[in-house]
């Protein structure tokens, strides 16, 4: 079965500081993609990185990134320098690479930047 | 170009009533996804459309649930009657290849239902 972990329920920081947000995931599949998605006070979901099983590159966007670690299981994602425009929800999700493409999400870290 | 639509943003109803949602994906996406969250659990799949077939419903809660994709363009999602366990907010989304491959979706600004 597959199943998605985000351990950490909010997080409250102060404007300027490093986060980290924790994403643990459990598949048997050896083809899958990990999914990170942003839900700002308005609602929607954005999203934010996409990224397959055989690509263990970590990746950096702006003030983002992301850090891939098969061995552990893991795909966190670091916000640098936070903003109070980082406020929002952040979901990690998992999907399977075939035969259906539904997306398994964990239940959302809750990040709070304070001015 | 405009994002995955959904309509109402908002729907107050009462147990037993009936309450259609409507989505309208991204132009072109062949394929349409609804979900749903409970307050403070995950984001669950309900089902998928490829175009205006059904490709995977496993995640449909009951037969009190019916949705609906005529023509492949906008999908409906009807719950009827609905009970409290229903409330949530629910989520429209679409992706664009039909083809073997995890595309990646995206989402609209879901409905909230509440049913009091």
């Known amino acids: 079965a597959q199943k998605v972990t985000q351990a950490q329920t909010e997080i409250s920081v102060v404007e300027k500081e490093d986060v980290t947000l924790d994403c643990v995931y459990e598949t048997r599949d050896t083809t899958y993609y990990l999914f990170w998605y942003k839900q700002p006070p308005s609602g929607e979901l954005v999203f934010l990185i996409r990224r397959n099983s055989f690509d263990e590159q970590n990746e950096i966007s702006g003030r983002y990134s992301w850090n891939f670690q098969k061995s552990t299981s893991s795909f966190n994602f670091t916000i640098t320098a936070s903003q109070v425009v980082d406020s929002a929800v952040y979901f990690c999700?998992?999907?399977?690479?075939?035969?259906?493409?539904?997306?398994?999400f964990g239940t959302g870290t809750r990040l709070k930047v304070l001015a | 170009e405009a994002g995955v639509t959904q309509f109402p943003s908002h729907s107050v109803i009462e147990k037993g009533q009936t309450v259609t949602l409507r989505c309208d994906p991204i132009?072109?996406?062949?394929?349409l996804y609804w979900y749903r969250r409970v307050m403070g659990k995950e984001i669950k799949f309900l089902l998928h459309f490829v175009k205006e077939s059904k490709q995977d419903e496993s995640g449909m809660p009951n037969n009190r649930f019916l949705a609906e994709r005529t023509g492949g363009t906008y999908s409906t999602l009807k719950v009827q009657p609905a009970e409290l366990e229903d409330s949530g907010v629910y989520f429209c989304a679409s992706s664009h290849r039909t083809s073997g491959v995890t595309d990646t979706q995206y989402f609209g600004p879901g409905t909230r239902l509440t049913v009091l």
């Open positions: 999700a998992l999907s399977r690479g075939s035969g259906t493409y539904k997306y398994i």
């Open positions: 132009s072109g996406h062949d394929n």
